[in-house]
């Protein structure tokens, strides 16, 4: 719980430190900053040093020589190497506050899955401390997520958020400021990618990148085949892996739906663990509020609708799912109803 120690200013950050995307909310000015993940190093004369970040790094992956390479300091929504998500924090930090920087060090609310460990916390809170915040405050992503979307997190109400990331899906029952249940499936927005890939390896012999992949997901994912099975066709370029020469095939969305069909149906399953495990008094409640998708993965093309099918429950996506757990982290910084959902260890 928070204490009389407790002080913000307006240099103060939230951010929504996520495996695809860093969004970054700034105290009365709301988001800032919404760029990718990702960090590229450049090794000279045997010297590390960042040469991009964000933006400009991600259009590096796949793409680098052999003295640059292009990192994702998080995998499964927590840090998997500290000192390069260090250096990408500190850019952000800098990136906004820019020369204000030189006078104050911010206080910064960092959003962590609720399956996280206490080691894994540990590595973020001190990430972030050693990019230059005075001090670090953690909160659950199910619950900024649930206040992004303006769920009734306060009241004695019983709510369902599934907030659906690059590396994980949050699945929580939240009511008076607390998570009632909360279970986090190790599976997002990436194994979604990985699952295209190998889709298109195994049926096509192609070999496809990250990048690619995401593209596709994005412009052509759905979560249920198109009516007639097969929907709109598209073309796609790899490396063709019986003759090692660059090829261009047609694949069309029934085969997307195919290929997403099992993390999707990860996701769902997290979903009906959860529904299972909810007290009585709170799934009467969820009849009638229903579940809220939040997070990059809500966006997918029929996940509602296929959900609604799974669970025969009203199933709805939050107005802007993208940046919902950054604005939840921001809000519970700046409102003091909120506040008490922060967490100092």
Known sequence: MLNKFFRFSSQDMAIDLGTANTVVYVRGQGIVLNEPSVVAIETVNGIKKVKAVGDDAKMMMGK????????????????????VAEQMIKHFIHKVHGQRRMFSYPEIVICVPSGSTSVERRAIRDAASNAGASQVFLIE???????????????????MVVDIGGGTTEVA?????????????????????EAIVSYVRRHHNLLIGES????IKKDFGTAQPPADGVGHTLHIKGRDLVNGVPKEISINQGQIAEALSEPIGTIVEGVRIALENTAPELAADIVDQGIVLTGGGALMHGLDEHMRDETGLPVTVAEDPLTCVAVGTGRAMEDPIFRGVLLTA
């Open 141 to 159: 992503e199910p619950m900024a997520a649930a206040i992004g979307a303006d769920m009734p997190v306060t009241e004695p109400i019983g709510s």
């Open 173 to 193: 029952v939240l009511s008076l400021r607390g998570l009632a249940y909360t279970t986090s499936v190790r599976t997002g927005g990436d194994k979604m990618d």
């Open 64 to 83: 680098t020589p052999d003295s640059i390479e292009a990192i994702r300091p998080l995998r499964d929504g927590v840090i998997a190497d500290i000192d």
């Open 212 to 215: 690619t992949a995401e593209r």
